[in-house]
Every structure is written in C-alpha cells, then in structure tokens.
C-alpha cells in the first residue's frame, strides 16, 4: 500500500468515524464558519480550562475532506495550551500552503499529514482549513474575553 492511499482511508475513517462531533453544552466560546465556494459548514465549541483545551467539540456538514479535517483537528488540539495549538494550526497551515512539497511534520501534526495531498489542489484546501479557521477564529474570541 502506498502513502497516498493511506492516507485516503485515513481522511476515510475520521469522516466516518469523527471525533469530536457533538456540540457540548458548555462552552467558553462558540463560532460558525462557512465555504461560500462549496456549502461546507461547521459550528465549533471551544472550553478552556486550567490554561488548557479542555473541550474542542464541532458539528458540520460537507464534504469528506473538510470533516474529517475538523475531526483531526478537534482531537490532535483537545488537551494542548492555546499556544501549542496555534504552532500546530501554523503547521498545517504551511502543509497546506504547500502546493504538495511538503509532507508535514508527523511528530507534530499526526493524522493532520493526510491532508498533505489535498494542498496539490487549491479548491480544496478550503475545505480542510475550514475547522482549523473556526479555531483559530474562536481562539481569538476567548483571548479578547480574558483581556
């Protein structure tokens, strides 16, 4: 089995199989973000606790790709420092910036490096940064509530 494939049924089973994928009731902040482009839709919770994430929950619709993107995302965030978080936001950012050149740090970004081929396709990396923009969004909100 080659790379592109496994990382196929990785995209696959994290949009059957999402993590993350319920509202919770409490929440620090809430956001919806939309992909005018193609529909795609996502609502995120986020909750901080003890200078950590201690929940990161979402509900969406779209494609295959964008979901499982908010599935990684929601799991590979949920127990970081809001700052650790961004480095890992900032690293896939420049995974998906990379027009495919770049395979991704998997140490850092784990599943999140299964997206690397979706950067060879512009139209599409929307989609996958669709739930890491609404966490980047939300946690802009939660440091402007602090301050």
Known sequence: MN?????????LDHYKNPENKKL?????????????????????????EGGLISDLSWEGNGCSISMASASVMSGLLTGKAPSEAMHILDSFMELMQSKGNSKGDENLLEDAV???????YPARIK???????????ASLQIQEKSK
């Open 3 to 11: 790379l592109d494939n496994l990382y196929q049924e990785v995209i």
């Open 24 to 48: 919770s009731i409490q929440k620090d902040v809430q956001v919806h973000h939309l992909n005018p482009s193609c529909g795609d839709e996502i609502t995120l919770n986020l909750t901080l």
């Open 114 to 120: 299964a997206f690397a081929g979706v950067s060879k």
């Open 127 to 137: 989609c996958a940064l669709l739930a890491w923009m609404a966490f980047k969004d």
